[in-house]
């Protein structure tokens, strides 16, 4: 799941960029800050909660003076704090000669010029997402509250039992009582398979498949298939 924190004066520009990514991606959690001050104060709650950001949308102006830069000095900020020191910046901006320096002293990874439209807005987190920029991670709390920030390729199925979800990985299982198994599938989308009424699957770690017996293999473990998820599976074996 994305942590975003979009920082823009203007309340309309603001709940304008906070519904358009909300609505493509219910699943992530968003904050909002209209200055400086407000920008500071989530970035040291995120230290605190060990919950950290992974995407920074920043105006490059934060107040009305035509002269002002406060989201350059954001930025210097973010940057400062080590775990931010390579988590995606996109800056949002009508000052077209401060470009190369966002790009430049800030790394950012791109920038929108205003006025812009919410299809662009959408274009440059879908190219984020595909190039790997942004990563799409799940992070959760598991049953003793230590919270896991599991990239998805990692994961090969995830089974619910007992009112517990059990997460397996590559490198070994995260027990949680967080989510659903339902609410698990929005996050981690469409690349995971419902083939079960209790499993998720990971097609990508699928090893074997008996069609007539209606269970998969996934390395040593086997997984039951119902009859509807044998057809969500079609394209995968």
Known sequence: MQKILIVEDDP????????TIHTRYPGWEIKKGSSFEAAHAFLQDSITANEYFTLFLLDIQLRKDPEDRSGFQLAQKI?????????????LTSVSEELSRALTQFHCYNFITKPYQRET????LRQMLLTGYLQDVLDIADTQRIRHRIQPQDIRYVES???????????????????????????????FVRCHRRYLINPDHITGFDRSARYLLTGKDTIPVSQSGIALLEDYL
């Open 12 to 19: 309309i520009q603001l709940e304008m960029l906070y519904e």
């Open 161 to 191: 039992r007992s009112h517990t979800i059990f997460i397996y990985t590559v490198y070994g299982c995260i027990q949680t009582r967080e989510y659903s198994l339902s609410a698990i599938a929005q996050q981690l989308g469409t690349s």
């Open 79 to 91: 940057r400062e704090i080590s775990v931010y020191y390579k988590t995606p910046i996109l800056f």
């Open 121 to 124: 807005v959408l274009e440059q």
